[in-house]
Each structure stands twice: as C-alpha cells, then as structure tokens.
C-alpha cells in the first residue's frame, strides 16, 4: 500500500508546533513527522488547518441518542463510537453510571468483547462506589461502600478491560479499595466524594492518580478548607478531568486547570443527547432534561452529563478559557492517552497509529483519519 503525505499549516507533535508541517502514512501508522516543505506532493493538504492525534474521550456515557448502560450496550457502543468520530473522537471509552452490581456485571462483560475487538479503549466504572452527598446524576438506592467481593465480582467480570474506577475515599474501606482497584492495573480517580484535603491527598499516595471531573460532584474549596480540589490540582502526579463546556466550570477554572501541575484532560462526560435531540432522557434511571445545551436533573436541577464533544471542548477552551491551541489539543489526546496508559495514540510520532484530526482555521472538524483510513474529509487534496 502506497503512503498517504498529508501536510498542514500547523501540525502539533509533543515537542514542538510544527508551521507548516507534515505527516506520512502508511499500512495504519505513521510513518514519519517532519516540519516545512513535504518531501513530496501531498496528497492531502491543509494550508489553514492543523493536524493533530485524534481525540482520546476518557469518560462519556452516550450520544446520538444511546448509552452505554441500555439494555444491548454492545450494540449501543458502536453507534456512540461512530456519532463522536464524527467530532474527531477516535478513541473512546465506556463510562458506566451506577447501577445494580448485577447490571454492571453484565454491561461490563459485554462491553469488555468490544475492548477487545478494538472498538473501545477500556471502560471507565463511575459507580457504585461514591458519596450518597455528591452522588450527582446517580441514584442513591444502588450506591454501596466498596466492598472487597464487589470490586473483584466486577474487575473479573472484566477481563482487565476496566481501565478506570472512580471512588469516594471517604467511604468505609475507601483507601483499600483504591489499592485493590490499582492492582488490577486500572487507574483509580477520585470523585463524587467529600473528602477533605488530607483524605484526598491519602487517595493519592494510595495510588489514586485521577480527579474526575475536578470541582463537580466534590467538596467545595475553601479557603480553610481546601477539599479534594486542591489536592488533586497540586500534584504533578494527577490527572485533572475538565469538561470544558461552560456549564460545569467558569472559563477561567479551565484556564486555571489546564495551566496546574496537574496534568489535564478534556472530557465530554457526555450522555445519551449528544449529538441528538433535546428532550427527556433516561440515565441510569433518572429523568433528565435536555434543554438550551444543557442536561440537568428534573428531580432536583442537578447537572447531568453534558451535551458536549471533543472538539467544541477544545474549541470552547481556545476561545472562551484563553488556552493556547496546543495545550487545549494535548488536553484532548496525549494526556488522556498518558492517564490510562494508551501507548499506541494520543500522540503524532512515527510507529504510532494514524489516528488522526484535522481542524480547520476556526477549529471546526475539517477531516478525521482512524487506523490510517478516512473516515470524514472535507476539502482534502
């Protein structure tokens, strides 16, 4: 198979911006990265756009109208995948809402043949095990302490695809179970919690190494008392989750975060209406309005997910929080791929796979390359 030579006016590698710039691929990698003049004719070039990886979604429940906790979350999960490549999301993973452990037992296993396969990158438990005063969009009947018997009944369940579990250290056993969460190779983060400073900073030398969706659904900050939010944003150690939409933070606490010791990463933390209809939706078992671009609770108001994707992330952070394009784009891939330990993306570096997005001079999606094929181009050549 012949290489494809795409060039750019801007191509963001993890050393440098390259203006202009080039990558070639080919047989599904990158072949080579290169700044200036392309070594040959391209055969897709980009003079206003910029080339980047494609984006890497660490935690998102749905979209175009699915979920990942339906009744067939396999099946649910293609249709997810495909609405966000759409937005240059080329790898996802399967965030699962609290439910019953015997739910969670069996999306875990139906999601972990799609791991697997390679269609998802791993899935991300947000639930059971969180505050019932923090609990968020999840129901509070099927919230439970983390038990030993139910971690392992679900980290077996999943064949080592679970990549991620978020937890409150403050419930009985809490520290424990970040400890057993890590040692089966998955991230423990912490969130939906109450915990203070001290406690979160515990988490951390426990193994936490993830905050999830930092200063949503957790202490507040307080000048004498600090909550969780300090602890994670202080440590060069941490991954800090943004959704970076202009519902869930202010646009200067995403300029704040994306410039802390804390490594962020953009998240959608979007459910079953992005990329679809507003209305009434379910998640798991609350009703939640989608209205003017938001998703809230109508029991009580409370935030629900988000609408968001990728790349209005990326674009809402550039444009609104004052965050230089290529820290916004590390943000969306090479972080995130760095948190769950994703080596073969997140990045452009020859050997890596050609996942690839192409924004255009107003960082909208211009083109989307997965495994080296074209999956959306506008304007190419």
């Given at each position: 198979m012949s290489?494809?030579?795409i060039?750019?006016?801007r191509?963001i590698?993890?050393?440098?911006v390259?203006e202009?710039?080039?990558v ?11 700044g200036g003049?392309p070594?040959?004719?391209p055969?897709?070039?980009?003079p206003d756009g910029?080339?980047a ?12 109208g699915f979920s990942?906790?339906d009744?067939d979350p396999?099946?649910?999960a293609v ?7 759409e937005?240059g999301t ?5 965030s ?7 739910h969670?037992e069996s ?6 043949e799609?791991?697997e396969d390679g ?10 095990w969180?505050s ?5 969009a ?5 919230l439970?302490?983390p038990?030993?018997a ?8 999943g ?5 991620m579990?978020?937890?409150a250290p ?6 424990a179970a970040?400890?057993q ?7 423990a983060?912490?969130g939906h ?6 406690l ?7 193994g ?5 969706h ?6 507040s900050?307080?000048h ?5 939010a300090l602890?994670?944003?202080?440590d ?7 959704i ?6 202010h646009?200067?606490?995403v300029?704040?975060?994306?410039g802390?010791p804390?490594?962020?990463v953009?998240v959608?933390?979007?459910m079953a209406?992005a ?7 379910d998640?798991g078992g ?8 938001e998703a809230r609770?109508?029991s ?7 609408i ?6 990326v674009?809402?952070?550039v ?5 230089p ?6 943000a969306?891939?090479?972080?995130p791929?760095?948190?769950l330990g994703?080596?073969?993306v ?8 050609a996942?690839?997005?192409?924004l255009?001079?107003?960082l909208?999606?211009?083109a ?6 074209w ?6 050549g």
């Amino acid at each position: 198979m012949s290489p494809t030579l795409i060039s750019a006016a801007r191509v963001i590698t993890p050393e440098a911006v390259l203006e202009p710039g080039w990558v070639e691929v080919r047989s599904g990698r990158i072949s080579a990265v290169g700044g200036g003049t392309p070594p040959r004719e391209p055969d897709a070039s980009y003079p206003d756009g910029t080339l980047a990886p494609g984006f890497i979604d660490a935690h998102i429940h749905g979209g175009g109208g699915f979920s990942f906790n339906d009744a067939d979350p396999a099946a649910a999960a293609v249709k997810i995948a495909a609405v966000h490549r759409e937005h240059g999301t080329t790898t996802l993973m399967a965030s699962l809402v609290t439910a019953s452990l015997a739910h969670l037992e069996s999306a875990v296993g139906a999601l972990a043949e799609l791991v697997e396969d390679g269609v998802l990158a791993g899935i991300h438990l947000e639930g059971p095990w969180l505050s019932p005063y923090h609990r968020g969009a999840h129901t509070k009947s099927l919230l439970r302490t983390p038990d030993p018997a139910s971690i392992d009944r679900l980290m077996l369940a999943g064949r080592g695809t679970i990549r991620m579990v978020t937890i409150a250290p403050e419930l009985e056993g809490g520290l424990a179970a970040i400890r057993q969460i890590t040692g089966y190779g998955a991230v423990a983060a912490i969130g939906h919690t109450g915990a203070d400073y001290d406690l979160a900073r515990q988490a951390i030398a426990a193994g936490a190494t993830a905050g999830t969706h930092v200063f949503n659904a957790m202490r507040s900050l307080h000048h004498r008392e600090p909550g969780p939010a300090l602890a994670l944003l202080e440590d060069p150690a941490v991954f800090a989750e943004v959704i970076a939409d202009g519902v869930h933070l202010h646009p200067s606490l995403v300029r704040f975060i994306s410039g802390s010791p804390a490594r962020a990463v953009f998240v959608t933390d979007a459910m079953a209406a992005a990329c679809a209809h507003e209305g009434t939706y379910d998640l798991g078992g609350l009703e939640v309005r989608v209205a003017d671009g938001e998703a809230r609770l109508v029991s009580n108001g409370a935030i629900a997910g988000s609408i968001l994707t990728l790349d209005a992330a990326v674009r809402h952070a550039v444009r609104h929080a004052g965050v230089p394009l290529a820290d916004a784009v590390r943000a969306a891939t090479q972080n995130p791929a760095d948190m769950l330990g994703l080596s073969d993306v997140g990045r452009l570096e020859p050997g890596l796979r050609a996942d690839l997005v192409v924004l255009s001079e107003d960082l909208g999606v211009a083109a989307v390359m997965k495994s080296g094929e074209w999956c959306r181009s506008e304007a190419a050549g």
